[in-house]
């Protein structure tokens, strides 16, 4: 039997670990758990494993694997040096990351600027979320320019724009991963340098807190150098800066890749790949997420309450702000995270054909007619 420690909030680790496996659940805010007896660790972004806060894994620990996209919470070159096997969720979020982009960007729009249309986008990172970003954008006729300097040097088909494009662009939006060291170092890779003579319309980041100098950017908005600015990722989180968030058009705690969908995908991804390391011979265990149907027939609509009724970011946005006093707001926003319903993709969502055929933008975001 593999004896496997998981943290209690990986979604539905329960119904989709293999049964092959003994499974203990810990909570992620009481720290690392006790992994004397555990085979194999799956645990979330919000457990960072380092050389400082994990020096000694125990030797019977050969498998961790994280259910996000992200890795900046493992210190990579430390485990592996301890013959530890690590896997990820990469692109377990892609969808979900692009569906809260463009909402973001639909509802900003019909605030800001409803009868100018975009202009340039640029996409900063075009891995797995930034390339469904682009997927999405291009349904909406939006012109992209991408940028992704360690995929030009792996990918010999990708022709990314220049720095220079880029940083000409009307609107930028971050998929890039945090890395603090190397040549493709993204710490804090949009400051106060980059920012100094541009007139970005707005800026996104729904990658990580710190791959944009959130202090800088707060001070070009406040000179009126920069339009706007939506952040779902801080730079300490759980803990977020009231003013940085005060400020934004749009503030969320970290739930860009929160749909229903995407969280199924990173269990089943990390389970699949832990079975796959102890040869158990199956996979997950099977999952089947139900059909969601809105029924949204008696309400006069206009594109924001629409989007509002079938995506939950003002409410994330409104309930983040809401914690802006409380001396406990990184608990909070943490409890935020774990514990509100979460989204299914449009991709997901039926809606009656009527109202798909009034906004057009909601079939292009991928809902479907009942
Ligand atoms: O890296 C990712 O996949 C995303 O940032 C994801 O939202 C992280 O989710 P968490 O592990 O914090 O629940």
Known sequence: ?????????????????????????????????????????????????????????????????TGSSGTDHLDNEHLEGKGITLASSNGCNARAVAEYVMTA????????????????????GVGKAGSAVVDLLSNF????????????QRDPDFTPASLQEVL?????????????????????????????????????????????????????????????????????????????????FIATPHIAGYSEQAKVNATKMICDQLAAFFELGSGSADYEIPERIEDLAHIQYDLTKLITRLNPILGYDKALRDLSDRPDKGVLFRNLRNEWPLRYEYASLKIRKELLREFKEIHMLGVQPI
């Open 168 to 248: 000409d662009c009307d609107i930028l939006t971050f998929h890039a991963p945090l890395s603090k060291k190397g040549p493709h170092a993204t710490y804090h890779w949009l400051d106060e340098e980059k920012l100094a003579g541009k007139s970005f319309k707005l800026i996104i980041n729904a990658a990580r807190g710190g791959v944009i100098d959130e202090l800088a950017l707060m001070k070009y908005y406040v000179e009126g150098k920069i339009g706007d600015y939506i952040l779902d990722v801080w730079e300490r989180e759980p803990d977020f800066n009231t003013e940085v968030a005060k400020h934004a």
């Open 105 to 124: 960007l639909l509802l900003w729009k019909e605030k800001k600027q409803p009868k100018e249309s975009f202009g340039k986008i640029g996409v900063i």
């Open 1 to 65: 039997m593999i004896h496997v420690s998981a943290d209690q909030n990986l979604y539905k680790i329960k119904e989709l670990i293999p049964p092959q496996t003994e499974l203990s659940l810990y909570d992620p805010s009481q720290g690392i758990p006790d992994l004397s007896q555990a085979d194999a660790m799956l645990l979330r972004t919000v457990t960072h494993l380092t050389e400082e806060s994990f020096p000694n894994p125990p030797a019977t620990l050969k498998f961790i694997g």
């Open 141 to 152: 006729d939006i012109d992209c320019v991408l940028y992704d300097p360690p995929r030009q």
